[in-house]
Structures are given as structure tokens and as C-alpha cells.
């Protein structure tokens, strides 16, 4: 394309845009920013952005040049942005490139240039703008003309200087700068186009920063001794012309290499005896910069101090024993050391010694304190004087705490959750009288989660399992602190068993209700019923598949019925195969091959007396329904068979899982015996529930041979009615004579 107009060169610091235009839609244009209208400080990195009204504002590229493709009619905002090694960043941005020449006014002006000279800020120079190029589209016409003058040196947002209206306006200049002169040219039917044009200006309002209000901190000629610091502040530089001074840049080369510092004020160091140079570069609000003479200055060989071995704290009641490693100058010879202690800016003791060393060489002296009782900040000064009185000093700062040695004592390492944690503290050599407070903080990473006071703690209830750590601080009278902490580790509560209800219908003889387990067992023993007394058809309940997470129930009505069977609620108890011991109660679970003769299972748990033991057939071997029978269990062991209905032959082997449970009315798990039970309703009560509990339970005796099941009903947080139910296979008789029940109950859950 055809540029519409170019810049002329000039000093400014600022890169322009070439060309300003646009282009036809789909049109692609090359922008760049053009080097030798630049004059950068440093290196410079560019990047491209573009703003529209229909898309944005969007990014388009880096580097000094950038292809754009205008893809829609519209007025476009082209923008450079400039970053320098100097650190100022710079936006220069033109705008309007058109979209569509059938549409958009082309206009264009005239720039002064190449330069325009203002005589001084009082008399304004002028300089008349042209626009009469400009044309529109077709058979439309020029509207107005909008110009708008800006000064670059200005942030965009207070760069507008004054606006203009006509064709060939009447520009002022207020004083030398760069400068954009924009123009907004409109036409009949509303469609804008907008151009700018850089300039500069030159005059008596454009000149340089002062040099002679920088603050020097040596003359030229000078010298120092290594390891002097020197501030250098050009805070007080000004503008020639009134303006402010916007940064300095301080450039130093030593022995050690150069170094630029982007400061108006910087302290610095000089550690390596050589020559020193040292420089400072202005910059004012118009970009114009001015360089400071040089000033060389020599660093000198010095006296070095090092403390060694000072700890940043120590306790109370103790010394300390640093040393000072010392080299001294080459022209110099030691004399003394001398240290001066303080504490909180009160002397507390001065010490010297007298080294033996000639001209130039290197020493170490050590140095014992007193006690040092009071706690506090205290600052530890070293000199070393010369023989000519002249001489190097350092100094070290170091805390004195409180060693008040208390102590977490009697605190758990491990408790389970839902338990608290209770702890003393012992060891404070504080009076009383010196004690303000002893607190106690408990927390979970990082987060508190209780605190107290005084010298023992108890927390609440922990809620969850972690490694909780707690603190004990001890605080004196006058404000000084010490503590201790452990560490308690909260696990979760071994879950060795797990209880529930399933409820459910039995629409066939093949249909199993799953049942998931809340955890997983490793190898769970599972015992489900008795069965609810819903439906009057008698049954049993069976169960399959005990795997780590759950299992199947049935509920197997006898072989001379129909196999379906109306909703019933199944009570079930699972326990980790094993021997437990919960909350002093023992608990044993496990399995035994079982026909239809009596086996003999040994129990190997350790019983206050004869524990109730509650049994149920867990497999399916043979397709007959079954249902378990025991006599008399005792500490060592008990006796169980498998009954099939009176009509039916022998019962298949199966897998019988049974759970042995001491005794307790008023343990975890509520386990007891009721006997006289027969074939009418008898209640069974029992305490300590808020809600109806899980209530297993198997017949302990073989008193009547017909084949019993155990059916209920009317569970509640207090009792439940339950009779043993016999089948009609081979008669209607249903009369049963007395037999005792073993029953437990427990909240439903794990455990």
C-alpha cells in the first residue's frame, strides 16, 4: 500500500509507527518502528496491540515490525509499546487504519517539520496545519476537521495540550518537546477517520537537567578505606526548564567490574581497594538527558573485622564466647581491641584486650561475657584501634530468651478420636510471683483447634484423626517467653465390626439382596436375623458371598411354599474373623463347616462367664432351605447343627459364620439370654438406646426337635417381641416348648 504520510527525523527518544495508514479489507500491512527516527538508551524489546470496537483490544506481535490483516470496515487503534533496559516503558500508539476505502473519509495532513522552533516558553511559536487533502468517499463531503495536540512526554491519559477545529488551523506550541498532532476528519453521513502525526520541537524550553544539585559524597581525588559505605542522591537535581527530574541512572565502575543503579538516591559499599569512577545520567519530563562529570575517587586497603561463632539467641543464665578475626592494614599495626556489650542500649560491660601483631597481620581474639541474666536484645561492638588512634569497628546483634525450661509432661502419644487430650507442664524456674500466664495452644496443621490456661490442659473431644501438636508457652512479667511441644497422634478407632437392618421382599427363590459394608473388613463373619414378622408365610434367612465389602440375604421361605415372601427387615452383625477385645468385653467371630449332625466349635476367647453365641448359614451348597440350631454353649465352646424342614431329608454341608459375645446389659455391645420362650409372643427389654437398636439373635438350646426359626416384631429403643416359629411341611402343628433365646444389641454403625 501506499504510505499517507511520514514523519521527518529528530532527537526525541521515542520510535515512530511508519507507515500511518490502513489498507483495503483483507488487505495485509507491514508496520514498523522506524530505528533511525530513535534514539534509545539501552536495548529495546517492542510488542503490538490493536484495538477495535467490534473485537477489542488484542495482541498482534512483537518485535520491530508487525504484519496486520484489516478484516472488518472499522477505525482501527494501532499501539507500539516499548520496553528498555532502563526500565521506563513507553506506549506510542496511532490510530485509525481503515477498514474499507468505500466507506471510511481519507484524510491527511501536513506535519511541521522538520522541526518547529518555539523561541521560549513566553513566546509560543505557531505553526499553520493543513488538511485540505483530505477527501471523501464518492459523493459524500468533509464535515469537520477535529485536532487535538498532545505532548509525549505526558502519560496518555494527560497528554492532551489544546484542540483545534477547521482546515488549516493555527497550532501553538507551549514550549520545546515531542509532540502528536491528531486529526479527526468527518463526513456527511457520519463516517470518521482519524491520522496522527509525530513532531518535535525545539527551542529554550527543550534543554537538558541541571548536573550541579547532585550531592556527592567524596570529591574528586578522594579516598576512602575499604568498606566505607557512600550514599550518592541526586534527589535535589532539577530541570533547566522547570520541569521535574524523572529518573538517575548512576553508573560506577571499580575494580570488581561496572554496575548501573536506576536510582535518584542509592547507598553503596566499596569492598576492593583500585580506582573508583563514578557517574550519574538525568532524565526530565521530556526525555531530555544530561551526563554528570566524572568523579574518580581511590578505595584503600582497610582493617577487617569478623565476629565468629555469636549465636543469634541464647539462653538466659549463660555467657557467650565469640571471637574476632581481624585483618589489618598494611600500613597500620593494632594496638588494642576493645568490646563494648550492650543491652537494650544500656551498657552492660566493656572489655580490651592487647594483641601481639606486627604491621599488617592477621589476629583472632576471643572474647567470655559475663552471665547474662536479663533477656533481651543485645549488641555485641568490636574495634580494633590502631597504634596511630585510628581504627575499624563492627558490630553483631543477639537475643537473650527466657529459660524458663517448661516442659510438656504426662501428655499421650496416641489417642483415638472422639478422646481428649490432656497434658501438665512441669520445669518453669519462675516464681509465680514472674509468671503472667502459661497458655496452651492445640492445633491440627497448623490450624488451632482449642486452647487453654494454667498448668494443665485438657482439650475437647478430638473430631478427627492427624498429628496434633501441643504447646505449652510460659510468659514472665516482663514479657519474655518460653515453651515447649509434642506432638499426638489421633487415629481413627479400630472398626472391628459393623451392624445394620436390610430391608427387602423376596419376589423368587433366586433373587439376593446385596448389602454394602460402611468399611471394608479383611475377613468379615457375618450373622443376619431373625427375619421381621410381616408376612405370616413361615422362614428362615440366609446369606452368600461375604466378601470384604458386603454381602447377599435371602429370605428362604421352606421348600412346601411358594418362595415369595413380603418386605421383611432383616437385622445383621458383622465382626472381623478374630478375637476382640472391645471396651473390656470380649467379642469372637468365626466359621465351621456344619452338616445335619451336631459339630462341636471350640471358642478361644476369654469370658467372664457363658458367652451368647449367635449363628446363620452363609452359603448355598444344597438347594434345600436351612436353618441353624445349637445347644448349650459354654466358655469353651458350643455345639450347632442345620435343621431342614420336617418333610425334607439331611441338610448339605454349609458354612455356618458365628459370633460369640460376652455377657453385658450394659456393655458396647448389650448381649444376654432370655429363656421361656416358645411359640407365642415374648418381650425382651434392654437399656441404654436412644433410638431402636440392631437386635440379632439365635435360640441357645435344643429343647424342642421340630424345626424353629426365631421371627419379631416390635422393635423399639426399649424392647422387642420375639417367638419361634415352626414350619408346616409335615403337619400343622406349630406348639413349641420352651427354649432360650441369646440375643445382642448395638447402635447401628461400625464399631
Known amino acids: 500500500m501506499t504510505a499517507v504520510g511520514q514523519a521527518s527525523a529528530s532527537a526525541t527518544d521515542e520510535p515512530w509507527i511508519y507507515p500511518q495508514g490502513g489498507s483495503d479489507v483483507g488487505e495485509t500491512t507491514t508496520y514498523r518502528a522506524v530505528p533511525e527516527w530513535a534514539s534509545p538508551s539501552g536495548d529495546s524489546s517492542y510488542s503490538w496491540q490493536v484495538y477495535t470496537e467490534s473485537g477489542g483490544l488484542q495482541d498482534i506481535g512483537e518485535g520491530p515490525s508487525v504484519d496486520y490483516t484489516f478484516e472488518t470496515e472499522e477505525t482501527y487503534d494501532l499501539r507500539l509499546w516499548r520496553s528498555r533496559d532502563d526500565g521506563d516503558d513507553v506506549v506510542h500508539f496511532i490510530t485509525t487504519a481503515r477498514g474499507d476505502d468505500s466507506v471510511l473519509p481519507k484524510p491527511y495532513f501536513d506535519v511541521p517539520g522538520p522541526m518547529v522552533t518555539a523561541t521560549n516558553r513566553d513566546s509560543d511559536a505557531e505553526y499553520t496545519l493543513d488538511a485540505s487533502p483530505a477527501t471523501a468517499i464518492g459523493d459524500r463531503s468533509i464535515e469537520s476537521y477535529q485536532w487535538r495536540l498532545r505532548a509525549r512526554w505526558k502519560s496518555v491519559t494527560d497528554s492532551l495540550v489544546e484542540t483545534y477545529t477547521g482546515e488549516q488551523p493555527t497550532v501553538e506550541f507551549p514550549k520545546g518537546g515531542a509532540y502528536l498532532i491528531e486529526l479527526t476528519v468527518t463526513d456527511d453521513d457520519g463516517n470518521e477517520a482519524v491520522r496522527t502525526r509525530p513532531c518535535h520541537v525545539t527551542g529554550e524550553g527543550d534543554v537538558p537537567p541541571n548536573t550541579d544539585d547532585i550531592s556527592w559524597p567524596v570529591q574528586q581525588g578522594d579516598a576512602i578505606l575499604a568498606g566505607t559505605e557512600l550514599t550518592f542522591d541526586a534527589s535535589g537535581a532539577s530541570d533547566s526548564d522547570g520541569g521535574p527530574v524523572e529518573t538517575c541512572q548512576w553508573t560506577f565502575f571499580t575494580p570488581d567490574g561496572s554496575d548501573n543503579v536506576l536510582e535518584k538516591s542509592v547507598t553503596k559499599r566499596f569492598t576492593t581497594p583500585g580506582e573508583v569512577h563514578a557517574q550519574a545520567t538525568l532524565t526530565d519530563d521530556e526525555r531530555q538527558k544530561a551526563e554528570s562529570d566524572q568523579v574518580s575517587f581511590t578505595v584503600e586497603p582497610a582493617t577487617w573485622l569478623d565476629i565468629n561463632d555469636l549465636p543469634e539467641t541464647v539462653d538466659s543464665g549463660t555467657s557467650i564466647n565469640p571471637s574476632v578475626s581481624i585483618s589489618v592494614n598494611e600500613n597500620k599495626t593494632l594496638d588494642i581491641v576493645i568490646w563494648s556489650l550492650e543491652r537494650d542500649g544500656e551498657n552492660v560491660e566493656i572489655d580490651s584486650g592487647y594483641p601481639d601483631a606486627s604491621q599488617g597481620e592477621d589476629v583472632t581474639r576471643s572474647y567470655t561475657s559475663p552471665t547474662l541474666e536479663q533477656p533481651g536484645q543485645y549488641t555485641l561492638d568490636v574495634t580494633a584501634q590502631h597504634s596511630d588512634s585510628s581504627g575499624q569497628s563492627t558490630a553483631q546483634q543477639f537475643v537473650v530468651e527466657l529459660t524458663a525450661d517448661i516442659a510438656v509432661t504426662e501428655a499421650p502419644d496416641t489417642v483415638t478420636v472422639g478422646d481428649t487430650i490432656a497434658a501438665s507442664s ?66 481413627e478407632p479400630e472398626r472391628v465390626g459393623e451392624s445394620g437392618v436390610a430391608t427387602f421382599d423376596q419376589p423368587g427363590p433366586d433373587n439376593w439382596t446385596a448389602v454394602t459394608f460402611e468399611n471394608s473388613f479383611t475377613d468379615p463373619v457375618v450373622v443376619p436375623g431373625p427375619a421381621q414378622y410381616n408376612g405370616g408365610n413361615p422362614t428362615t434367612v440366609r446369606g452368600r458371598n461375604v466378601t470384604s465389602d458386603g454381602f447377599e440375604l435371602q429370605i428362604d421361605e421352606w421348600a412346601y411354599l411358594d418362595d415369595w415372601h413380603t418386605e421383611e427387615s432383616v437385622p445383621w452383625l458383622a465382626v472381623e474373623n478374630g478375637t476382640h477385645t472391645i471396651d473390656g468385653q470380649t467379642v469372637e467371630a468365626g466359621t465351621a463347616e456344619v452338616g445335619s449332625d451336631f459339630t462341636n466349635v471350640s471358642l478361644s476367647g476369654e469370658y467372664s462367664n457363658t458367652p451368647v453365641v449367635i449363628t446363620a448359614c452363609m452359603s448355598r451348597s444344597g438347594s434345600q432351605p436351612v436353618t441353624t440350631r445349637q445347644r448349650p454353649p459354654s466358655q469353651d465352646g458350643f455345639d450347632v447343627r442345620l435343621q431342614t424342614e420336617e418333610a425334607a431329608g439331611s441338610a448339605s454341608t454349609e458354612t455356618v459364620h458365628y459370633i460369640a459375645v460376652d455377657p453385658d446389659q450394659s456393655g458396647p455391645l448389650v448381649a444376654w439370654r432370655q429363656g421361656q420362650v416358645t411359640d407365642d409372643w415374648s418381650t425382651i427389654s434392654y437399656d441404654g438406646f436412644d433410638s431402636p437398636p440392631v437386635v440379632v439373635a439365635s435360640q441357645q438350646t435344643f429343647n424342642g426337635p421340630n424345626t424353629a426359626t426365631l421371627r419379631y416384631r416390635n422393635r423399639s429403643a426399649g424392647s422387642i417381641d420375639m417367638f419361634v416359629e415352626e414350619e408346616q411341611s409335615k403337619d400343622d402343628e406349630t406348639g413349641h416348648i420352651e427354649e432360650v433365646v441369646g440375643w445382642v444389641a448395638l447402635a447401628p454403625g461400625t464399631f
Open 426 to 491: 512441669d520445669g518453669s524456674n519462675l516464681s509465680d510471683a514472674d509468671i503472667e500466664s502459661i497458655e496452651w495452644m492445640l492445633e491440627l496443621d497448623g490450624t488451632t483447634v482449642d486452647t487453654g490456661t494454667g498448668a494443665s490442659f485438657e482439650s475437647a473431644p478430638v473430631e478427627s484423626a492427624g498429628s496434633y501438636d501441643l504447646t505449652v508457652r510460659v510468659r514472665s512479667t516482663d514479657g519474655s517467653t518460653a515453651e515447649d511441644a509434642t506432638t499426638v497422634e489421633v487415629t
